[in-house]
């Protein structure tokens, strides 16, 4: 696992196809790699990672832009649920549209081509969509929680939708400065490449986060695992909870009143019709 869940990648180097002798090889502590061959990659992972990328990217964008046009374009679709639905779109286009190339690119580059300001904004859009999609998943099981449980009851309004989703993204943009502030381009992990790749990764940079100590970096991830998948999940979990089984009480309560008055109204019908018969 990675020491970061939104960092950007190490340079890949032990992902190659290498027929090299890997032992106690570790890119993110940097340990030395004893080498027996040549190394060379693995054009089939290429081709397949490329597709497969590629694939995502375009579903992406054009899944994602088409649902955002419907709705935006039909008055009739402007509802709490579809405005936080096209919320929740917008985040995985800037995700299909920002981060998913870059990605990809600096996987098989091994290095960093995009500059220090690509390099910031790449680690920022990708915590802040991540963090804006969470948090429109709980809007919505918020939204749902209200209308089944409380239909005559409080239920959020349009104007409720719009400040929750500007509260979501300033939240998520908050929550993602750290990356703003600490990723940046360095050579520094290249230079301690063994002898052998130090040519052909002279003047090359990675994007890697430099945080100012380890406890530091520790408490922010700690948190940002509390606040984007701990309590997110506990609290959708509950709301669908409490939506699912008074539901289902009630449907099994109603279900035999619906039955006897059924088979009232079949027999007030047969009564009727033996009368008019006499």
Not at 23 to 48: A, K, P, Q, R
């Amino acid at each position: 696992m990675p020491d970061s869940a939104f960092s950007p990648p190490v340079p890949p180097i032990a992902a190659l196809n290498c027929s090299l002798d890997l032992s106690n090889c570790s890119l993110m502590n940097f340990s030395v790699i004893t080498y027996g061959d040549e190394c060379y990659g693995s054009h089939s992972l290429f081709v397949v990672m490329a597709i497969a990328y590629s694939a995502v990217v375009l579903l992406g964008i054009v899944g994602n832009l088409a649902l955002i046009l419907v709705i935006g374009r039909q008055r009739e679709l402007h509802n709490v649920t579809n405005v936080l639905i096209a919320n929740l779109s917008v985040s995985d286009l800037l995700m299909a549209l920002v981060c998913l190339p870059f990605t990809f690119i600096y996987t098989f580059m091994d290095h960093w081509v995009f500059g220090a300001v690509m390099c910031k904004l790449n680690s920022l859009v990708q915590c802040c969509s991540v963090s804006v999609s969470i948090f429109s998943l709980v809007l919505i099981a918020i939204e749902r929680h209200q209308l089944i449980l409380h239909p005559r009851g409080w239920k959020p309004s349009l104007n409720h939708a719009c400040l929750g989703i500007s509260l979501t993204w300033a939240l998520a943009t908050l929550t993602a400065t750290p990356f703003l502030l600490f990723s940046r381009v360095t050579d520094a992990p290249l230079k301690q490449l063994p002898s052998v790749f130090q040519e052909q990764y002279r003047g090359k940079v990675v994007c890697v986060e430099e945080w100012p100590s380890r406890e530091i970096k520790l408490t922010y991830t700690t948190g940002m695992l509390v606040l984007q998948y701990i309590t997110p999940l506990t609290f959708i979990f509950i709301c669908y909870l409490k939506t699912m089984y008074p539901r289902s009480g009630f449907l099994n309560y109603c279900q035999p009143m619906e039955t006897n008055c059924s088979t009232r109204k079949v027999g007030g019908m047969y009564d009727s019709k033996s009368k008019l018969d006499e």
